[in-house]
């Protein structure tokens, strides 16, 4: 079985220059985890979830810390504090643009290759979509979900004969 055979042609994407928030969107909107980065016609990352889940981390603070009677009050006040860190940075990702945040060593795979190719690769490098590419251009995703579909469909083809 090919990727053309389990593709999706209707891929979501985003450009590079995209502000997160409007990335976010559109993930949210097409009840997806994660899209292609284009500049231009030409895929320069992926985004996804996770990607923008790194923005909301707080660096803890470094220091040896140690537990004293008032633990009570400190414990409290101290995710307070990184609350507010954590709040305050929030503001900014309204102006960050998805090229600072997205995965930009990209795994593509192409119309033709082997289902069992692109399950090897989404292993092999913890990922969960290949953009599909053709001539340069984008032509699709497949994702995991797809992938398994695509076996589940080919099983049933067997049992029929």
Known sequence: M???????PETVVCQSRDLVSDAARLLRRNQISGMPVLDGEKV???????????LLS??????????????????PIRDLIRWEKMRSGAGDLAQTRVSEVMTKKVHTIGPEDAVEEAAEVMVSHRINRLPVVE???????????DIIVGLGMEVSEVEAD
Do not use: H
């Open 135 to 145: 001539g340069g251009r984008l032509v699709g995703i497949v994702t995991r979900g």
């Open 58 to 75: 707080v660096e803890e603070e470094s220091g040896l810390w140690l537990p004293s009677p008032l633990e009570v009050l400190e414990v």
């Open 44 to 54: 320069v990352g992926v985004v996804s979830e996770s990607d923008l889940l790194k």
């Open 2 to 8: 090919k990727i053309r055979d389990v593709m999706n």
